[in-house]
């Protein structure tokens, strides 16, 4: 850099730095080299009445990030530390490491690098530096099943499994999910009700005389009713909240779930197929139905070669993980 000419006396702005330094950054001038005399910063404005002679201060940046770990790989509930090390070690920078995970919904960080699975998934984690060099690594969250009444070559397996590691529908506990149990009207409102994200409903009034609000399916009942999800049964005021669902009410519920969510379309799927489709068709779920066997929400049950709707029987919780992932899957609802 040239050096500034002052008239005796004059305000003026210090010129902007030029100089340049390997692996350093300017920091600011000084009256000493040793950067213990008087400090001014780059551009400030001076009054001097004699020569001045400043010198360029340097900090020594962070040029490198390198973590303990290149990728982690780990289940949901389990925790593991990644330490960070800034290079060079003697960086005259602050050391500090800010932590960041791409998707939170699959593994949250800490500010001290401590990675929770929150999710089945994967995602990045991130650490950066206060000079925004960063470095990081790929974090593998998995929710291994256990439940014993869900066999690895069960039809429903990837149903089940998919449900579970999306905080869908839970098992009873680690080793039962209760494959061939019925699921109830209260219980299905509910499963939607949460993947809804848990809507508040205080202000709803209930309109059930046989709904509790206290109960695990008040607030969710609650919900769906006022968004016209459910109506109850027809010309009563009750909703049966403890009775299994039947196959055809449970698609009706879905398929109002849909509409509620903006995303219906048109189904055109010919009923024919299936070898019950006479109890259906003219019926209030034949259009439930229709769109569900249209968009694969509904695949329907295979016995002895014919394929079957079977309208009117209970849903266990199997068929429930099967239909609940192929409306989840099919309309990205999450």
């Known amino acids: 850099m040239d050096n500034q000419q002052y008239a005796f006396d004059d305000n003026k702005a210090l010129n902007l730095n030029t100089f340049t330094r390997t692996g350093y950054i300017f920091k600011e ?9 008087t400090s001014y910063e780059d551009g400030k404005v001076i009054s001097i009445n004699k020569k001045l002679v400043l010198y360029a201060q340097w900090e020594k940046i962070i040029t490198e990030i390198r973590l303990s770990k290149t990728n982690v ?3 949901v509930g389990e925790t593991k530390t990644v330490t960070a090390e800034v290079i060079p070690n003697d ?12 998707n939170n919904k699959i593994a949250t960080v800490s500010s001290n690098g401590k990675i929770t699975g929150k999710k089945a998934g ?3 984690i991130k650490a950066t530096a206060v000079n925004g060099v960063n470095a990081s690594i790929t974090v593998e969250i998995k929710d291994p099943i256990y439940f014993q009444d869900v066999p690895t070559d069960s039809w429903f397996y990837d149903n089940v499994k998919y449900v579970y ?6 098992g009873y506990n680690k080793h039962e999910f209760g494959s061939y149990d019925y699921v109830k009207r209260g219980q ?12 508040e409903t205080n202000n709803i009034q209930n309109r059930f005389t046989d709904v509790d609000v206290n109960s695990y399916y008040g607030a969710g009942v609650k919900w769906a009713s006022a968004n016209g999800i459910v109506n109850g049964y027809g010309g009563t005021n009750k909703f049966g909240p403890n009775d299994p669902i039947i196959r055809q009410d449970f698609t009706v519920i879905l398929n109002n779930y849909i509409r509620y969510k903006g995303l219906e379309q048109e189904g055109t799927q010919d009923l024919r197929i299936f070898a019950d489709y006479d109890y259906v068709v003219g019926g209030y779920a034949e259009h439930a139905i229709r769109w569900a066997t249209t968009y694969g929400v509904m695949n329907g049950m295979t016995i002895d070669g014919r394929k079957y709707i079977s309208p009117f029987s209970n849903t266990t919780r199997a068929e429930t993980a099967a239909l609940l992932s192929n409306l989840v899957q099919r309309f990205n609802l999450i």
Do not use: C, F, H, Y
């Open 29 to 37: 001038w000084n009256t000493k080299a040793d950067g213990n005399g």
């Open 188 to 199: 299905l409102v509910t499963m939607l009700w949460r993947l809804e994200g848990e809507p």
């Open 122 to 124: 994967t995602t990045i």
């Open 165 to 170: 590691q999306n905080r869908i529908i839970m």
């Open 73 to 75: 790989v780990m289940n």
């Open 91 to 102: 960086t005259t920078l602050s050391k500090e490491i800010t932590w960041t995970s791409d």
